[in-house]
């Protein structure tokens, strides 16, 4: 029984350690570290992208009548990757949101587009817990806000026409320029900047109106 217990200890250090170096490994060299959900439990970086918020992207398209079509998902149904969430709401930063919009225009019938727009609907996330979880944890009653910004308009033959930053960067930008003593220090102090191997520092230019676009008529690439 000695030596079993002795064994065991070895092998859960041994596993625990070998477990450790993969991960460290993995981050280090960029393997494989989104192949799989568990792999967010053994790089360094995990829960670090975690958010206070509940993030959902519509994808919609506006008919030249004025009638709006939902693009994404199609008539065909959703993919879910991971589980009850489709693909489009796991693309935070809107990569693939032109693809799935031009994918359902090109398979189904419909009238001519005027423009497509990606919207993002954000909510905080304590607001997903179950009433009887609420009525313990607050006193209050449980008032749900949600929040939309657009933020893509793309034109009828995939060209990103605007784009805007989330609504998050949005507020945090309003909080900062509504704060007199942080832009006092921005404008005493340096940037600091977090890179990763490989990745090239450049100085921060000017912040924009988070109202205004980011860029205008940018190509989509393939």
Known sequence: MRLLKRGISCLTITGYIGILLFGIFCHTFTFRTGSHPGMYYIVWDMFCGWSAY???THIIGEGISGKYYELSPGPWGDYYPYGGLGRRHYD????????MAMNTLDKTDHEPMLRIMCIEEAWCKKYNLPDAVWDQR??????????YRLRKVIT???MVAQTYV???????????????????????GRSFFATTVGQQVMESGFQHDPDVPVHLSSPVGN
């Open 54 to 56: 509940s993030i959902r």
């Open 92 to 99: 935070t930063t809107g990569d693939a949101w032109v693809r």
């Open 138 to 147: 607050y006193e209050e009653q449980k008032d749900f806000q949600n929040y």
């Open 156 to 158: 009828p033959d995939g």
């Open 166 to 188: 989330p609504w998050l960067t949005r507020q945090r930008t309003l909080q900062v320029s509504d704060n007199p003593r942080l832009l006092s220090d921005m404008n005493r």
